[in-house]
């Protein structure tokens, strides 16, 4: 429900605001007045085009912001879907600068305008003699058909059936081709696989072996420099070793004579035995150093094949080379068991196919009861809304593929004259008629379900007398399911609405501005009594629109 709309520097309006009614709101005024501005502000907060000739003012942003009741609409899924924070009231809100550039905002997020639109759609319904879209539209055709089937837990389990079924067909397609894929790479796979399989990588191997390789690459030269620091520290004339030694005996004739002395040959002997351990060490050492020429053969291949690798794909390390053998053989096993996954979701997508066809079936039964009601229904209203020689009739194709409704194709089809056979509405109902037709229309779902806000602008052209008296009477009763709002100039429409709005021209300083305003019950008995006789209404007049406003109580 629109509960509120605020409009600021559009076309001709400052700044207006307008709180509408629950049921139905009546709009009336002069022609030229403004209400179409209205309706075309309306419009750009539900998605329409703009640009920089919306400005009143072209030195200062457009604002147009609705606010609306979703509690009975059922819109979480789409606040869900578009991630946004859903509140059961929201807030629509269009600003369009100087240069034309617009932003769109739903509860103060920043939207597209794609999302925007889609979202009015779903709150509002502007019906005029130039927008016809939504009748012409399939879907709403179909969904038509569909509220007078009362089948809509069975339509709401077959959509969502028919998305997992849609779902695991893409996943079907997927795995298909990643087989196709797989089949093809496969035996390259196993070839890096058993590659790197055979070369038995080990962690941090190459780094010992890089060490290894330098050991046995300058042994000679490490085995000749270890002899000969272990002979210069135990075995030559004088040796380090044979020195301390003599140090320690000439300080022991000496010591007890002075402590000092006798410290450091302490410490002389500490190092004696220290360095006779390194000495030891070294020649140890240099007796495990030898010449192994086949043994760094042997390291040098084994670099050699790891290095090879690391170049071939492209990586550093025996780490990462392992990371890669494991990889390949996980997405080997993964295209081994896609043949398993690709005929277990094809016998599951078969099963689904079979419970779908019998629930699209039952709905193409029922739909083929709920046109020739349709048809009878809205027939029988097109009589009462002055149009007794129209005809409507609805093409029902129903295919073997299924679709996200069924099997069924519905087409409206219309004829407004007497010994013309029906046709699609767009080629050949006039706008007054599809205005008429929508009403009808729109008053048959209502009777069971919750609708949006539906918008008529002037559905009353052409039409005067009982014909009147039947639109309004319709209106009523729809108001009673949904939000309606009316712009109309007649007076027996007017006199029914629960709320009376009165649109007219600002004369202020030279210039002039749009507003709008709801009318008292004195002003409302005025309106409609200028509206059946002109600017000077007699008494007749003034009582015969109260006569108007009592009938609506």
Same mark, same amino acid.
């Given at each position: 429900?629109l ?18 009614h ?10 030229? +007045? ?6 075309? +502000?309306?419009g ?13 003012q072209?030195d ?6 609705g ?32 240069e ?59 959509h ?6 849609q ?12 087989s ?19 070369a ?9 072996l ?14 000749? +420099? ?7 520290? =135990? ?34 002997? +500490? ?30 291949d ?31 096993? =993964? ?16 099963k ?17 009861k ?7 229904? %809205?027939?029988?209203?097109?009589v ?52 008429r ?8 779902? =209502? ?7 539906? %918008? ?12 009147a ?50 009318l ?20 007749? =007049? ?6 108007l ?5």
């Amino acid at each position: 429900m629109l509960s509120k709309l605020i409009i600021q520097n559009f076309a001709i309006i400052d700044q207006l605001e307008i709180t509408f009614h629950e049921d139905l709101s009546i709009i009336t005024g002069e022609t030229g +007045a403004g209400k179409s501005i209205i309706l075309g +502000a309306l419009g750009l907060l539900l998605g329409n085009r703009a640009d920089a000739k919306s400005l009143k003012q072209s030195d200062q942003k457009c604002i147009i912001e609705g606010h609306f009741i979703l509690s009975e609409l059922h819109l979480k899924s789409f606040f869900e879907l578009h991630e946004l924070d859903y509140d059961s009231h929201c807030i629509l809100r269009r600003e369009i600068n100087t240069e034309g550039k617009s932003r769109a905002f739903i509860n103060d997020t920043p939207v597209n305008l794609s999302t925007l639109k889609t979202l009015g759609e779903k709150l509002v319904d502007i019906h005029s003699q130039h927008e016809t879209i939504t009748l012409n539209n399939k879907h709403f055709q179909l969904s038509v058909v569909d509220s007078v089937c009362m089948h809509k837990a069975l339509l709401l389990q077959y959509h969502k059936d028919f998305r997992v079924f849609q779902d695991q067909k893409n996943t079907l397609a997927t795995l298909i081709a990643n087989s196709d894929k797989g089949k093809a790479e496969f035996d390259y796979l196993q070839f890096q696989f058993e590659e790197l399989e055979q070369a038995g990588l080990k962690a941090s191997e190459e780094a010992t072996l890089e060490v290894e390789q330098k050991q046995l690459t300058h042994a000679e030269e490490i085995k000749t +420099a270890l002899d000969q620091v272990s002979q210069m520290l =135990a075995e030559t004339d004088p040796a380090v070793i044979i020195q301390l030694k003599s140090s320690i005996q000439l300080l022991n004739t000496i010591e007890k004579y002075s402590d000092a002395v006798s410290g450091l040959k302490d410490r002389i002997s +500490a190092s004696l035995i220290e360095i006779k351990d390194i000495a030891a060490e070294l020649a140890d050492l240099a007796m495990q150093t030898s010449l192994d020429p086949s043994r760094l053969t042997i390291i040098e291949d084994r670099l050699n094949l790891i290095y090879k690798l690391q170049q071939k794909h492209r990586l550093n390390s025996s780490e990462e080379l392992i990371d890669l053998q494991m990889q390949i053989e996980q997405k080997m096993l =993964a295209f081994a068991g896609i043949d398993d996954q690709i005929e277990s979701l094809t016998l599951t997508i078969e099963k689904n196919e079979i419970a779908l066809k019998k629930i699209a079936t039952t709905l193409s039964e029922n739909r083929v009861k709920g046109n020739a009601l349709l048809i009878l229904q %809205i027939n029988s209203l097109l009589v009462d809304v002055g149009m007794p020689n129209a005809l409507f009739q609805i093409s029902h194709e129903q295919t073997t593929q299924l679709s996200e409704n069924g099997f069924d194709k519905i087409t409206f089809l219309f004829s407004a004259n007497k010994g013309f056979s029906p046709s699609e509405l767009s080629k050949v109902a006039s706008g007054g008629e599809l205005s008429r037709l929508m009403l009808c229309i729109k008053s048959i779902i =209502a009777q069971n379900e919750k609708l949006a806000t539906i %918008i008529f602008d002037e559905i009353d052209t052409g039409i005067s007398g009982e014909v009147a008296n039947k639109v309004g009477s319709i209106l009523q009763s729809l108001s009673k399911n949904m939000q309606v709002i009316s712009i109309t100039h007649l007076p027996q429409i007017a006199g029914l609405g629960d709320a009376h709005y009165f649109v007219y021209k600002d004369h202020q300083q030279d210039k002039t501005y749009t507003n709008i305003r709801i009318l008292s019950m004195e002003e409302r008995v005025l309106e409609i009594a200028k509206m059946l006789s002109g600017d000077n209404p007699s008494e007749i =007049a003034m009582g015969t629109a109260k006569e108007l406003i009592k009938t609506k109580k």
